[in-house]
């Protein structure tokens, strides 16, 4: 079974970091301009840039979005800003619009490309027009069965990445002009007014919601889905609160990797109510896998989310928004007689190291071993946590508290930039 990406939705940066906590292996986001959730907090160019780097600590992938249609007005806008993202290593860029594929790749050759569901790519054959461009990756539409998908992923030689859970727009493929053509907000420009969710009445009959979908919700089909060749799987919500992300990509990783070890035999029931309890609607769909349309896939009588529970949601919370990522260490410090002071910290294979002054003779009170083992503990807000601290010390030398923590602060941004140069794609020490 091929590895499967499950790749998590983040419209501010606490969502970013909760899906990173609770396992996502990639994020999609969108920087403050051109991603077609106009409406979400998104990221400034600070944020982006500091969501690569923390990626990229965990070895994980940042993928922007730059799904809107563009005006010729904007042409050299976009291309400032993917520029820094792009030297910073971004992991690639989903897009629908034709020309920024080109220009994209024409500024950012080596940049991957995953063309946007709104493209409607349905047989293959389109996408594989694009391979000159550097798109390595489809999203196609949404309508397709497992079946057609696989077909697709062969014809295009593609990778595929298909959504799994979330929202679902009554248009082909989110391709709609129905908010434009009411309120004169469009969304191919992220500014969709869900005019898809208000009731109407057809012949004069009484108003149902006749155009608003139920959501989608696979996780008792995960184990076929993850057999069918699908590269990633995709969580809609760029919209939806922190503890929706958390808490869906949470379960998504528990029941992906039960799969993959083989230990799945179906999806416990209390996992049912705990994801109806994170913003689903009232009635929920497997989507398309598996038949064309479907009058069970429409929310007629109510497009109206379900009720949430205070304990799920305190709970996702404390688990994966309130608490941080982060790496086991190893640190360790020499303190001799006559040499200057060494710290080092390691990753797996990752060594840094870092020397300090020479230390002085103690005139009163000499280092012991527990205070510069509580001083090397404080790692702070940063990623780390010491699962080992090494002390060599000698007897009768003094360094001050703070230049104790000054060399561990030090070591630590050396290790932190060191992983993310790794993971990256450098050359490592």
Known sequence: MNKVELLSPAGNF???????????????????????????????????LKAIDIAHLFNKKVYLTLNTLIKPNEIDMIADHVREAYEHKLDGVIVQDVGVVRLINRLYPDLPIHLSTQLSSTCGFDASIFKDYNVTRIVPARELTIDEIRELKKRSGLEV?????????????????????????????????????????????????????????????????????????KIEGRMKKAVYSAGVTSL??????????????????????????????????????????SADMICIDSPSYNGSDDDILRSVEDRYIKTKPVL??????????????????????????????????????????????????KTGDTFFRPSKIDIDLDDGLFISVGKL?????????????????????????
């Open 328 to 377: 086991d260490i190893g640190m360790g410090i020499s303190v001799k007689k006559g040499q200057n002071t060494v710290l080092y910290a390691s990753y797996n294979d990752i060594k840094t190291v870092f020397t300090g002054d020479l230390s002085d003779e103690a005139k009163s009170s000499p280092l012991d071993r527990e205070s510069v083992r509580k001083q090397m503990s």
């Open 405 to 429: 923590n000054e060399y561990r602060r030090c070591l630590l941004d050396r290790l932190y930039k060191e992983i993310i140069k790794c993971n990256s794609g450098y050359t490592c020490m």
């Open 161 to 233: 990445e298909c959504f799994i859970h979330g929202a679902m727009c009554y248009s082909y493929s989110g391709m709609c002009l129905f908010s434009s053509m009411l309120g004169g907000r469009s969304g191919n420009r992220g500014r969709c007014a869900q005019p898809c969710r208000l009731p109407y009445s057809v012949d004069g009959k009484d108003k149902q919601y006749i155009l608003s979908m139920a959501d989608m919700c696979t996780l008792n089909i995960i184990d076929e889905l993850m057999e069918s060749g699908i590269d990633s799987f």
């Open 14 to 48: 606490k969502t970013f970091l909760g899906a990173l906590n609770a396992g996502a292996d990639a994020i999609y986001l969108s920087g403050r301009s051109f991603g077609a959730r106009a409406y979400a907090d998104n990221f400034d160019e600070e944020e982006l």
């Open 252 to 293: 998504y990783r528990k029941y992906m990797d039960l799969v993959s070890r083989g230990d799945f035999h179906g999806v416990e029931d209390e996992d049912i109510d705990f994801i109806k309890n994170l913003y689903l609607r009232t009635r929920i769909s497997e989507g398309y896998y598996h038949k064309e349309r």
